[in-house]
Structures are given as C-alpha cells and as structure tokens.
C-alpha cells in the first residue's frame, strides 16, 4: 500500500533521514519507535508532503507521492493526526469535524460520517456545539481522530497519540486506534510509548539517528535485547 524506498530529509543543510525505507500493508497496524530526535516525526511529514525528500521515493498505491502536495496526498487517502493534536481551538467540535471533510461534496455521506463520529465517541456529539479548545486533553485527542476520519482515509498516519494525555486517557486512545484498523482502515503510528507501540501493531521499524536500525514483527522486537535495554526499560 504505502512504499518508502531510500528517502533522504533535511531541515536547511541539515540531515535528518537516512535513506530510510519503510512499508505498510493494507490492513495493517504498523509503528515507527526510537528516542527523541531519532526522525520519526520526519518520516511522517515526508510521507504526508510535509517535507519533501531530497533523494529516495514514496509510492501509494502505485502511485509516485514523492513530490505530491498535501492537498493531492490527503484526496489520494492519507489522513495525519499530527502530534499536539493541533485543532482549531476556537471553532465548535462540529466545525473541526467539517474541516476534516472540507475536499468532499457528498454531504448526505458527510452527514453519515459525522454522525459515526459522535457514535464512536459519544461526548463529542454532546459537545458539538462548544468550543474545541474547552476540551480535555483526551476528548481533544478523540476529536482529532474524528477528525482524521471524516476524510474516509485508506490509512491513518498518527504522530504521538498519547503525547501529553492523563494516564487514564492513553489506553483509551490505543483501543480507538485499535479498532479504527480492526474496522478496516490501515495505521502508521508513532508512538512514545514503545511498549505499547510493539504489542498493538502488526510490525514495527525503529529508527536511530534518522536511519532505520531494525525492524519486524512487534513481538519480535520486544525479545530484541537491544530494543529492551534501550527503549523499554530492562536492565537485564
């Protein structure tokens, strides 16, 4: 579905990435970990056309997105739920969710769609009316989703989903990535939380130092000595 071949980034005359490669399949939940600073949020934005490669190539679909603008990624079916979860504070819950829509004319599916929303995360449609930024971190969270949704991606990328939520919000917002891919739509993630990252996905590439270090099935990675030592925690 989703073919990262070789792309090399820069911010200025600075090296971020690597000639770093990564595939997703459809249907699959797939994660990028590895510390701060490693170039996954990089990854993500070249994908989305955010920062486009000085060298390599993105394919989707078979189509060549290395040079795509984010409006072209985004109508080809590419959704970002960006880190921070960037909504429009001062619009209602409802316009978020319109702007997530706004390249698409079927309005009696728009409707529909909205309305699964709310289905999905039920104080969202209580609130459709108030302002974004009076939300939670976590209903926040559940916004931005909606919001990623209401575009009817094919795949999802998501930057830091639990970034700066309340412990008891952060499970919460894995299950509702969970079931978004168990429902059919594919996932790229990035995840702080490494652990987690590893047992929700299908596979897993980390990065270190804008390369890809390693990378294969979750629970493969989470035997990897390497990976224990360095990201989750095992002194042993």
């Keep these: 579905m989703l073919e990262v071949e070789n792309i090399e980034c820069r911010y200025g005359k600075a090296n971020v990435l690597h000639k770093v490669s990564v595939d997703v399949k459809q249907g699959e939940l797939v994660t990028l970990i590895g510390a701060n600073g490693a170039g996954k949020s990089s990854t993500l934005r070249a994908i989305s056309g955010l920062l486009p490669p000085v060298s390599g190539r993105i394919s989707f ?7 795509a603008s984010p409006r072209r990624i985004l109508e080809m079916g ?17 316009e978020n969710l319109e702007i997530g829509a706004y390249r698409r004319n079927d309005r009696k599916q728009i409707a529909d769609d909205m309305d699964g929303v709310y289905h999905r995360f039920p104080v969202l449609g209580e609130r459709r009316g108030q302002a974004a930024g009076t939300l939670s971190g976590g209903e926040q969270q559940m916004l931005a989703i909606g919001r990623a949704l209401m575009s009817r991606p094919k ?59 390693l990378h294969g099935r979750g ?11 360095a990201y989750l925690g095992d002194e042993g």
């Design 155 to 213: 795949l999802v990328i998501f930057d830091e989903p639990s970034l700066g939520l309340a412990p008891n919000n952060v499970q919460k917002t894995f299950d509702y990535i969970m079931e978004i891919n168990r429902q059919g739509t594919t996932v790229l993630m990035v995840e702080q939380n490494a652990y987690a990252a590893l047992e929700m996905c299908d596979r897993s590439f980390l990065l270190e130092s804008g390369q890809i270090a």
């Design 61 to 67: 679909l078979g189509e060549d997105i290395t040079n």
């Design 78 to 94: 590419i959704a970002h739920c960006p880190e921070g979860r960037r909504i429009f504070p001062f619009m209602t819950v409802e």
């Design 219 to 229: 629970e493969d990675l989470i035997r990897d000595q390497h990976v224990r030592r």
